[in-house]
C-alpha cells in the first residue's frame, strides 16, 4: 500500500474522464474520508451536492459559462479566447462521469459578539478545503482522476439559481470525479 506522502506527491488534476460511471460504493467512501477530515469546533462546515444526470451538469456549466462570458466580456477578453475558454470548461463539467459541488455552510459555526473572534468563516473555509483534499486523495486512491475547481465561487448566484440551493449554502468548488 502506497504511503499518504507517495499519494499527495503522485495525485493529479484530471480534466478528460471516460464515460465509465463511478460506482456508489466508491462514491460513498470519497464523501466519508471528506466526512473524516478536521473542521473547526468539529462542525463540519460543508455539504457536497452530487450530480450525475447529464442533464443538470449541462444546466449547472451553461450558467456557469454565462456568468463567465460575461466576467470576461467585463475583463475585455477577445471573443475567440471567450468561446474557447468556455467550451473547454462545460466539456470538462459535463464529461465528467460526477461532478461534487463543495458548498459551504455556517450554520453550525460558533457566533461570537465579540468582533477580534469574527473568524468563523475563515475557518470554516479552511475546513472545506481540508475535506476536499481528503476527497481528492481518497478518489486517487481508488484509482480515480479528480479535480478541484474554483470557478463556483466566482457565480455563486448562477450556481445556486441553477441547482436551486437552499440560501443556507454558498458554492464553493467544484469537483470532477471519473476514470
Known sequence: MPSVTDAIKNRR???????????KKILTEILEAARWAPSAHNAQPWRFIILTDVSAKR???KAMMKAWIKDLTADKVNV????EMTKAS???????????????????????????????RD?????????IQNMLLSAHSEGLGACWLCAPAF??????????IP?????????????
Open 80 to 83: 475567440e479566447n471567450r468561446e
Open 59 to 61: 444546466a449547472l456549466a
Open 123 to 131: 475557518l470554516a473555509i479552511r475546513s472545506l478545503g481540508a475535506a
Open 155 to 164: 457565480c455563486k448566484d448562477a450556481v445556486t439559481k441553477a441547482l436551486a
Open 90 to 120: 462545460i466539456q470538462c463539467f459535463a464529461h465528467a462521469p460526477v461532478l461534487v459541488l463543495a458548498c459551504l455552510t455556517m450554520t453550525d459555526m460558533k457566533k461570537y459578539a465579540d468582533e477580534r473572534k469574527q473568524i468563523e
Open 167 to 179: 440560501e443556507d449554502l454558498e458554492p464553493q468548488a467544484l469537483i470532477t470525479l471519473g476514470h
Open 13 to 23: 488534476s484530471t480534466r478528460k474522464y471516460s464515460p465509465k460511471p463511478i460506482p
